[in-house]
């Protein structure tokens, strides 16, 4: 059973980050880019992180020459930019997990169920550039399963993509998500996007996607059950 961490103690002339970051440290728990560190996160801090982050965020724009000053366009570009990064593009590592009703499987479904596609936005975690994509989750339940409501899918995928991202370990997050969530014998996840640091930079090309796919259970060890899958999502619309 995972410890509640202690959310007091810290010194409060520390940085509001310097205190999240010592109770995670203090917890032997990771802090990368994907993870969420909700439960490290007093009450009040997370307003307090946005002003830290929109401090720092002045500076980085002075250093790019901008006269945030006198530049009407800028002036509170830093706190725009701290609250969209906090409050949206990032929330997945700040907020906890959103509430999920759980069904038991009372008609003892066991055929293929397909959600998808739910509309995905991420944030690649090497430059920060958006990744705008759509998501296709497949299932294969048992009598032991646990059912979830529909909009459930997206909102438990919102919340893991808007975190920055690699778009491989994302949606292997997702797939670990459900199986614990719902217990099925087979899940499949596909994923397809548009990526941002492709487009906006370097090679600057706005045709290529990157589609990939995470199975388990019955749709790994199951050919028929997986190309059944496949055929019935559709990547062409």
Partial sequence: M??????????????VSA????????AGRRYHANDNIAEFIAPGELDKLLEEVSA???GVLESLVIDIKNDHNTRDTARRVAKMYLKEVFQGRYVPQPPVTEFPNAEYLNELMIVGPITVRSACSHHLCPIMGRLWIGLLPNEHS??????????LAEWIMSRPQIQEEAITQIADLLMNKVTP???AV????DHFCMQWRGVKDNATKMINSVMRGSFLKNAALRREFLSLVNLKD
């Fill in 2 to 15: 995972t410890k509640t961490p202690d959310l007091t103690g810290y010194d409060p002339a520390l940085p």
């Fill in 19 to 26: 205190r999240i970051r010592g109770r995670v440290e203090a």
């Fill in 56 to 58: 720092k965020l002045e």
């Fill in 146 to 155: 646990n059912l979830i409501g529909l909009s459930k899918y997206s909102r």
């Fill in 185 to 187: 014998d087979g899940l």
């Fill in 190 to 193: 596909v994923m397809e996007a």
